[in-house]
């Protein structure tokens, strides 16, 4: 089974979001999980791959080439896909992958976010889709969401497409639901 990662080619200040990285990258390593995401061998992107390999851990990246320098892409990798543009690289990291987690992250993160959960919405897949909200980094995020179905702008059934939680062990319960592992 693969699950899908999107998070930051940038570090994070919250050092909980390396100690997370270590105890997802070992639920993995356990479940004979492979890691699927953008790339880059920096930041928080770098941190997952780094860590699941170093547990023998299969990695796949999925790069444009406008970004194999300015995310330095990873050399050590199970392999390395590099395609020609964002929609291409969202487009293969979907299709390869069993499940989607969000970590923390920026504008890249959210949008990758938001159009699987679109896909899902649309009934494109069926995939479940989860944040890792570590120290409640989406609470805003989660909050604005919450707003716009009591707006009328999102139905209730569409945000429960959505789960979240802060910890580790009640995500991968999700993820997992008897499927993955």
Request: aromatic fraction near 8%.
């Amino acid at each position: 089974m693969k699950i899908c990662i999107f998070c930051g080619a940038s570090e994070s200040r919250d050092s909980q979001v390396n100690t997370d990285v270590k105890k997802v990258m070992q639920t993995f390593s356990k479940h004979n999980i492979e890691l699927v995401y953008g790339g880059a061998a920096i930041g928080v992107m770098g941190n997952l791959a780094n860590e699941l390999m170093s547990l023998g851990g299969k990695v796949t990246g999925v790069i444009p080439l406008q970004l194999m320098k300015k995310e330095v892409a990873h050399a050590g990798l199970t392999e390395l896909l590099v395609v020609k543009d964002m929609h291409e690289r969202k487009q293969m990291m979907y299709g390869l992958s069993d499940a989607f987690l969000i970590f923390p992250g920026g504008m890249g993160t959210l949008d990758e976010l938001f159009e699987i959960l679109t896909w899902r919405q649309l009934g494109i897949h069926n995939k479940p889709i989860a944040i890792m909200n570590i120290n409640g980094y989406f609470d805003h995020l989660l909050k604005f969401i919450d707003h716009a179905v009591d707006n009328g702008l999102i139905s209730p059934a569409h945000r429960a497409l959505l789960y979240s939680s802060r910890d580790w062990d009640e995500v991968w319960n999700f993820l997992s639901d008897g499927k993955l592992s």
